[in-house]
């Protein structure tokens, strides 16, 4: 093993040997050891990945195995890693938000009695999220796939005394398992046709099978590619949360903070894209699968941006808004704009990380108070995360020079070149979507953090909608069958009208700055990131999809496309979304709540998500149980128990009691009955 | 070692400190009793393991084969050997029994002796199927497992334990009657010889194949337990004491997945072939139709109970899928079920001991008094889901990728297992252990012991190690399941 390879080792085993001890040993080792820990571990494993990234990109690209997983038949299943530009990237960003994330979880869960079990489940989920990443094989991405699935399990329910917490982390993880049920499905088609699990064998292999069909129903074929690209993207559109699979991710926001930027917004809801991205071979060679992919992204970056417009929970207005963004990546991948949707995958796991720390921070000053009606002002009292969050809403928003502009601009565009069916519709949400991004990320900025300050004043009518809900949503709770304490952890709001809100602590902020830098000028990359030969052989793109070589020739440098942008459609919808909140929560802050009332179906439309978790529950959830119940008391208990097994013994009972008429005692019954079978048996003998 | 009857004492070790433990008498020697057991059970353990160390994984055929003459008027041998697939279930039944032993050792006050003696005897006598190779022995062998665990049931079980014995004893010996005269009948044809060998040699027209096959099938569907023969075992395990759910999930469960194995597959091959979608439609109605039964279930041993006829679907359909992931996964299935379904089976009675309900309903919030429990039930939970990098996920993959090869809708069908059986287990774990405490009484519970820790700990070990690195599992069944399945290709029906 060369020195390189034990590097690529210590990558993944540094966060797990951290996960095991504070897992294991937490109480006996106590807090600080715990977080001194996992914390040392995230340093060794962001400092080799550092050291591997230099190593990839003077191109030195690993493939290889490290240890034979099984052996079936004459198929071997390995554990292996693919070390390319593509996964060293990601290595780079998950081992540097989880360090972030681990610092700011000091302050953040200072008072949780689950210290030591958070950071063993967060240094578990970096584990899991490496080995996806670093995986050059199938396998091994699902085994990622479902570790990441359980750690965010763990974590939506940490708090796992809530009702809410532990309703969410189950549906978390059943839309999870729905998605990977076709992604298993599609990892057995590729076994199948290719013999193997393993990337590099599998991606040669693909256009020798471009021409195959399957017959799933007789007489009707499908092009296999076409099959196998979208079932592995079902798998796709539960883990990053694409429409109708996304109905997770808001709720997960049930979790503590830092993993709902940790998990929830920068890493594993990006494996999707990641998966997508590394499955290119695949997907370039299926239109059809393609048209799929970006209409599934449309749907999602548009309607999902506009549930974010009427959310108060400032949590999900983060959440909407990721999934509007993953969204974008989608259609980015629909576009074969794999290196733009890997790029916004980059940008946007900073400035999301940023505004979700940011939402913590300001959670913390207000004693763990969500509800943006309650708060306002807050800019003044806290001046570094007003910044942080600031900058992170200005990426958001795609504003220039800000991150977000350069890798949401290129998708834009590539859309508007993209040649796939669906295209233009894809393009117009996609344009409308950066109107309704730029209000919303806006909205969050001066309603949380300027104009009146009411969460001193109880009196305002904000404050006593606030209330009023919150009071219906705990009585409704009351009438749960559960009837649990629902203010367990996260809600205990003790008189914090008392003193002003000040600045969180430095864990908390440090971080906070640390991502914001990235938040500003990751986006000058994209010259090298977008344009250059960054990705290398680790994505591929059909010579028929043009999108990105004819952007590529327009490119003319970061200030070029700064300038540019400033006479496109995009940048001013984004101006405009982000001046309407300005008017609307700043000029007019009266104005919402009356808007709200004249376009009441609509809001309500929104604030129902569509009614996609009421259908959810009612046809799905409810659906399964009324089948079991009925297949239960119906087949087994009904028909097989009381018919078949019980009845078989009534009958066995009924005979028994027939026969015994027969054995009655008398002599000349049985003398008779010996002569009517000697008889029979003679004329039986004789006849044949 | 190769001198040492490996085999034979892998049976006899276990029966005969159980016929020891007995001799103790009542419980007054209770304490006598359970360390012999111990001791008894430990040997029995430790004398398989050079089974595993001295078994060449490349050679075909039996190894450790021991033959002498038993009743000699009907050519019946007393004659013993194992492949892969057999050792692999030998080591997961007497590695069971050290468990269940240590398992029952606070919780079983009364009649100490004769519990623990059931055990060991079961446990010899399930070595004992596992490793005969005479039809004779295997019956006799196969059948008399039903004595101990129909007292298991019948005396330390619960309140309506006598309907449920009574119910699991009659389900399955009659089952198994007809195999018996198709043994018989075998026995006629062969020439007059029991040997597996010899009878896999036979050749039988269709119409003869399709009816022992049906004799068979009646014998081990109702084991496994198959759709719709399954409603024994709900019963059985809600009244049995939680080592009889153990052993029952973990190894008698398996006794019907060997049998098709070792009997079905090899002796009537073309009739195998031609029943096996009937045979895969019912295990896939037991993967889907049983999950949805298991996800309404308020009892939680009842819940486990149709989740392990859900799991042990996947056996039977990776065995006739006819391929060596289906084969190896549905083998692979039977070793990791047997330490899941023991370790949820424990979990339950974890909470039984000290609450003395199996109702989900009056519990909720355990984590909160007890998180070791908590921690160990959510590994096991997982594994039950399936869970890559735990054992649970090893044979349900490899039988998929099997059965795509067969048919995608086959697969389908049993990739629904991914999300109802996380359903079911994730939702009974939800109500159980998640939220604030329930109650008085789960306010009062206490974490589990050094003994339940133990217990829970090795299976976790092993749930876990076999997730993560199933090959050593898997290694030692390559050269079986292909002899196995070569068999299977030749056809044995008479040329014309």
Known sequence: MTAMQKLYLLVPLAPLAGAIIAGLFGKAIGRRAAHTVTILGMVVCLVASFLVYRDVMGGNIFNGPVYTWLVSGNIRFEIGFLIDPLSATMMMVVSFVSLMVHIYTIGYMADDPGYQRFFSYISLFTFSMLMLVMSNNFLQLFFGWEAVGLVSYLLIGFWYTRPTAIYANLKAFLVNRVGDFGFLLGIALVLMYFGTLDYAAVFAGADRLSGNTIELFPGVSWSLITVICILLFIGAMGKSAQFPLHVWLPDSMEGPTPISALIHAATMVTAGIFMVARMSPLFELSETALSFVLVIGAITAFFMALIATVQYDIKRVVAYSTLSQLGYMTMALGASAYSAAIFHLFTHAFFKAVLFLGAGSVIIAMHHQQDMRKMGGLAKYMPITYMTVLIGALANAGLPPFAGFFSKETIVEALHHATVPGAGFAYALAVAGVFVGGFYSFRLVFYAFHGKERFADPHHPDVIAADAEAAAVAAAAAHDDHKHDDHAHDDHDHGHDSHAPHESPAVVWVPLVLLAIPSVCAGWLIGTFVYGNYFGSSITVHPAHTAMATMAQGFHGVFGMMTHALGTLPFWLAVAGAGSAWFLYIVKPELPAKLRRQWGVVVTILMEKYGLDRFNDWFFAGGARALGTGLWKGGDIAVIDNVMVNGSARLVGWVASVVRQVQSGYIYHYAFAMIIGVLLLLTLAYSG | ?496
């Not at chain 2, 009649?111 to 006799?140: P, T």
């Not at chain 2, 876990?464 to 290709?489: D, I, K, R, T, Y």
């Open chain 2, 1 to 496: 070692m190769q001198e040492l009857p490996l085999l034979s004492l892998a049976i006899w070790a276990p029966i005969i400190a159980g016929v020891a433990v007995l001799f103790t008498g009542g419980d007054r020697n209770a304490h006598a009793a359970r360390v012999i057991a111990l001791i008894g059970a430990v040997i029995g353990f430790l004398v398989t393991l050079p089974l595993y160390t001295g078994f060449d994984a490349q050679a075909a055929g039996f190894q450790f084969v021991r033959r002498m003459p038993w009743i000699e008027s009907f050519n019946v041998w007393y004659h013993l050997g194992i492949d892969g697939i057999s050792l692999l279930l030998i080591l997961l039944n007497s590695l069971t029994t050290v468990l269940v032993v240590i398992a029952g050792w606070q919780v079983i006050q009364t009649r100490v002796a004769q519990y623990m003696a059931a055990f060991l005897i079961l446990s010899g006598l399930m070595n004992g199927v596992f490793s005969a190779l005479d039809a004779m022995l295997f019956y006799v062998f196969f059948e008399s497992t039903l004595i101990p665990m129909f007292i298991i049931i019948g005396v330390w079980g619960g309140p309506n334990r006598v309907y449920a014995a009574t119910k699991f004893f009659l389900y399955t010996l009659l089952g198994s009657l007809l195999s018996l005269v198709a043994l018989i009948y075998l026995y006629n044809v062969a020439g007059g010889s029991f040997a597996f060998i010899d009878l896999y040699e036979v050749p039988l027209p269709l119409l003869i194949q399709v009816i022992v096959f049906i004799a068979f099938f009646m014998a081990f569907a109702v084991k496994v337990p198959m759709w719709p023969v399954h409603t024994w075992l709900p019963d059985a395990h809600v009244e049995a004491p939680t080592g009889g759910s153990v052993v029952l999930a973990a190894i008698m469960l398996k006794l019907g997945g060997y049998g098709f194995l070792r009997l079905s597959l090899p002796i009537v091959p073309d009739a195998s072939l031609y029943l096996a979608p009937v045979v895969i439609t019912l295990s896939l109605i037991a993967v889907v139709y049983i999950g949805l039964v298991a996800l309404v279930q308020t009892d939680m041993k009842k819940l486990i109970a149709y989740s392990s006829i859900s799991h042990m679907g996947f056996v039977t359909l990776g065995i006739f899928i006819f391929n060596a992931q289906g084969v190896e996964g549905a083998v692979l299935q039977m070793i990791s079920h047997g330490f899941i379904s023991a370790a949820m089976f424990l979990c339950v009675g974890v909470l039984y001991d000290r609450m003395h309900s199996r109702q989900i309903a009056d519990y909720g919030g355990v984590a909160n008094k007890m998180p070791v429990f908590a921690a160990l039930f959510m590994l096991f939970a997982m594994a039950n889901a399936g869970l890559p990098g735990t054992s649970g996920f090893v044979g349900e993959f490899l039988v998929i990728l099997g059965a795509m090869k067969v048919n995608f809708w086959y697969a389908f069908a049993a990739a629904i297992t991914l999300i109802f059986g996380a359903a079911y287990t994730l939702w009974m774990y939800k109500r159980v252990m998640f939220g604030a405490v329930a109650n008085d009484h789960v306010a009062e519970l206490q974490d589990i012991n050094g003994c339940e820790c133990l217990v829970l700990g090795v299976l976790a070990a092993l749930v876990l190690v076999m997730g993560v690195w199933p090959e050593p599992f898997a290694e030692v069944l390559h050269v079986s399941v292909n002899e196995l399945l070569a068999h299977v290709s030749l056809s044995k029906l008479p040329l014309q």
